[in-house]
Structure formats: C-alpha cells, structure tokens
C-alpha cells in the first residue's frame, strides 16, 4: 500500500514539474484612447495610448508583452515609477517585449508603463475584426499567460458594403418588376409600392455615406432588405385578396339565379336547385378557407384555395343557367335553341303580329266599302 502511495505522489509532482502554472495577469490597463474610435477602413492612421499598471507590493512581475495587427508600428513606452520616468523605448515591429529585469522593483513601488502606438489599419478580404493591441504576461520559461488584454475594432472590406449595394439594388430592381406585373392583374398594389419607395430611399442613403461609415450603410441596407420583403409578403397578400375578390363574383351571380329561383313557387322545390345551392355551397366554403389563409399569412394556400372556390362557383353558375334554359324551354318552344331559338321565336311573333295587322287592315277597308255603299243607295 505504502509502495502505491509513493508512487502516486511521484506522478503528481512529476506532473506538477510539466504542466505550467496557470498565469493570472498582476496588471490592469487605464487612460485608454483611440482615435479615431469605432470602425477603420484599411489605411487609416490609428493613434493609442494607455497605461499598464503592474500590482502594487509585487517584487516578481512576468515580462510583457505587446501585440498589434496594425500595419507600419511604432512603439514607445516609458517606466514610471513613483511618478519617476525612467527612460523612452522605442519599437516599429508588430511584436513587443517588456523585460520582467525592467518591472521588478522594491515590494510597495508604484511602477506603471505608459504606451503610445501608431498603425495603418490592414487591408483585410473581408470585414473582419482585427487587434489593435493585446497585452501578456510571458514568465521565465517563454509560458504565455492565459489571461491577455485584448482591444479589437472592425476593419471593412470596402468591396463588402459595394456588393450590398448591388445586392440591394438587384431586390429592389425584382420587386419593382413583381409591383408592375401585379398592377398590370389589376390588384392593389398602393402598400408595396409605399414599401418601394421606403427601400430606395435606405439605399440611397446608404451609396451617399462615406466608407468610414460602413456600419450605418450596411444597418441601412439591411433595413432595406426587410423594407423589400415586407413588401413581397404585403404584394403576396394583396394578390390572394383580388383572388379571393374574383372567387366571389359567381357566388353573387349565382345567388342572384338561386333567389329567383326560390321565389317561384314551381321551382322552388326543383332538384336541380338543390344542386346549384349545394355546389354555390362547395365554392363559399373554399372561400372562407381562402380567407382564413390570408388570416394566418399562408398567401399561397389562400390563392390555391381560391382558385378551387372560383372553379366550383362557375359551375354552380353554369348549372344554375342550364336550369333557367331548361324552366324558359316550358313556355318558349324556341327557348332550347339558344340564342338562334330566341330570335326565331322574335321572327315568329313579327310575324304573327304582322299577319293579325295586316288581317286588321282589310276588315277595315272591306267594312269602310260596305259602309260607303250604303250611303250611296241612300
């Protein structure tokens, strides 16, 4: 047992000897400025300066170290201690190193570090954040600390807010063929073109800014992107509403038949109503399901739903004029011919006026003669 117990504690300080100590940073960074601040197009000269405090009562400090991406560096940084600078350091490489030798003082010492950088923001493929300083501890055995101070800005591609301009010119110019080619169906088209122009204006605004304001173009063309496609569902709603509209026009013919129809009392128990009003029925269903879809924003499904509607009132419609023929035919021998049925039924009666008229005339001449002779024999 004994043996084992050794052993372990062997592997522990073994494993102690090859893992480094995890760092916690003995600094904190203060007075940081930037300018310009925010977001950087590639070759734009950026300036910052700032503190490293070391912990105070600490006689060991880990040497620092000093990173940038930006591109043409130059460094310089002096050590205060107690308010005393000892000395000005210059650097022009990307990586700094602040000898631990430079920061060890008497335990109680104030000692800081005052930095100033100068760089060219890098060009970048794409808009991507990039470091403009970090800050680590590097102990005696080359170990980084795991707890470096980081400041990072974005960098712009200035070719990313180009092709979202043309992006968003490429929607909108296909939203304005969908709005004429809607208008042209005869559909409402007033709210998306308000849309439209909403859209056009963000990206106006969006081509006029300068490149150093990427982050507000790109805010604007991303608020005209959802303008754009609040416009498309706003297009899809209003063609699914003229849809269901065009549905609706053979119920209302139809009903007019179906009221005609029932009040005639020898028609008003017809079989053949019974259909008509069963399959008007059919297509005022599809039509309510057509405008519980638009309700729910499933445009598609409402304009599928009308289209069922229109068909099914057509034939309602349609039968509902085959009945009408079928009850005319009872009274009009000529009614089954259709059109040419009723004009010879008009033909017919012409005629027979004609012939009662003409009839008419010479009863009238012959009572005329009979009357005249009379008067002559006195």
């Known amino acids: 047992m004994m043996k ?25 960074v203060n007075s940081l400025t930037v300018s310009p601040s925010g977001t950087l197009v590639p070759s734009t000269t950026v300036d910052l300066s700032f503190t490293i405090q070391m912990a105070s009562g600490s006689t060991e400090s880990n040497s620092l170290q000093m990173y940038t991406q ?27 190193t602040i000898n631990s030798f430079l920061l060890n003082y008497k335990s109680g010492d104030d000692v800081s570090v005052g930095v100033t950088l100068e760089g060219t923001a890098p060009t970048v493929t794409q808009t991507s954040n990039q470091t403009l300083v970090q800050i ?4 005696s055995n080359g170990n980084l600390g795991n707890t470096p101070y980081t400041l990072s800005t974005l960098v712009v591609n200035t070719n990313d807010v180009t092709t979202a301009i043309a992006n968003a010119n490429s929607q909108l110019s296909q939203f304005r063929t ?38 507000t173009a790109l805010n604007d063309l991303t608020t005209a992107a959802s303008t754009i496609s609040d416009g498309e569902t ?16 053979p119920v209302n013919n139809v009903d007019a038949l179906i009221a005609y129809f029932q009040g005639n009392s020898s028609t008003a128990n017809d079989a053949r109503l019974s259909t008509v009003i069963t399959e008007r029925e059919i297509a005022v269903s599809y039509i309510s399901a057509a405008n519980d879809f638009v309700t729910n924003g499933n445009y598609a499904s409402a304009r599928s739903k009308a289209e069922q509607a229109y068909t099914q009132g057509n034939q309602s419609y349609n039968d509902a004029l085959t009945f009408q023929a079928a009850v ?18 008009s033909s017919v009666l012409i005629i027979v006026v004609g012939v009662i008229t003409v009839v008419l005339i010479i009863v009238g001449i012959i009572i005329y003669r009979k009357r005249s002779r009379w008067d002559e024999l006195g």
Do not use: C, H
């Open 136 to 139: 680590n501890e590097v102990d």
């Open 234 to 249: 706003l297009l899809d709603k209003a063609w699914a509403e003229s849809e269901i509209a065009t549905a609706q026009g």
């Open 328 to 345: 005319e035919a009872t009274w009009n021998p000529f009614a089954g011919l259709g059109s040419v049925g009723s004009i010879f039924s």
């Open 4 to 28: 084992r117990l050794k052993r372990l504690v062997w592997i522990i300080a073994l494993f102690l000897i090859i893992v480094p100590a995890v760092s916690v940073a003995s600094y904190t």
């Open 178 to 215: 969908d709005i004429d080619e809607k208008a042209a169906m005869d559909i409402d088209t007033s709210a998306a073109e308000a849309k439209y122009n909403d859209a056009q204006t963000q990206i106006t605004q969006a081509q006029s800014l300068p490149t150093t304001q990427y982050t």
């Open 70 to 96: 930006l591109n043409n560096p130059k460094w310089s940084y002096v050590i205060n201690v107690n308010g005393v600078a000892n000395g000005l350091t210059g650097a022009s490489s990307k990586t700094v």
